[in-house]
């Protein structure tokens, strides 16, 4: 059996909406990926309403996608698949909420950090151009280690980066076809 783990944990600078807005992006992933996941199919009428009762700016910056039914598909784009919501990071907002000076702290152990860069794209316009670094592991139980790491630089219009191995990987077949 093998343990995998993808841990970060940085700092971003945010306004203040964009603050309220990170907490509210948070919260409603939590409240998706357990109150509504054993709704029945006519349990749409609830996500819509939860929907509606979402700020303005929520709904602004994930608004409804006029060939989906559910509400929410917008936001679900943040994530590569849907069916595993949750950033799995922990938030916490720190500094003056009347001024400017406001840091959004993300940490976590089994953070999805494609979602988090997404995330940050759509949410904290303010701090970008942005990037974050992140670790990843495993642990087997024969005790045999592997560790590697990666990185996001998030603009207004691209996330770059990746994992260091496909970074390395790339590196490598650049070298290679420049020898031959």
């Not at 990185?151 to 290679?176: A, C, K, Q």
Request: contains cysteine; hydrophobic residues 40%.
């Amino acid at each position: 059996m093998t343990n995998n783990f993808v841990r970060t944990a940085f700092a971003i600078p945010v306004m203040p909406h964009e603050a309220l807005l990170l907490e509210e992006c948070f919260a409603v992933a939590d409240e998706l990926s357990s109150d509504f996941a054993e709704l029945p199919i006519d349990g749409m009428q609830t996500v819509k309403a939860y929907y509606a009762s979402r700020s303005d700016a929520f709904k602004i910056t994930f608004p409804k996608k006029p060939e989906e039914d559910d509400p929410f598909a917008g936001f679900f784009d943040l994530w590569s698949d849907p069916g595993f919501l949750g950033f799995d990071a922990d938030l916490s907002i720190r500094g003056d909420p009347e001024g400017k000076a406001q840091f959004a702290f993300i940490s976590g152990h089994d953070v999805d950090v494609p979602s988090i860069a997404s995330l940050i794209q759509k949410v904290c316009k303010s701090a970008l151009p942005f990037g974050f670094q992140w670790a990843e592991g495993n642990e087997e139980d024969d005790g045999c280690r592997s560790f590697a790491g990666g990185y996001y630089v998030i603009s207004d219009t691209e996330i770059f980066g990746g994992p260091t191995r496909w970074l390395m990987n790339e590196t490598l077949h650049t070298l290679r076809a420049g020898a031959a």
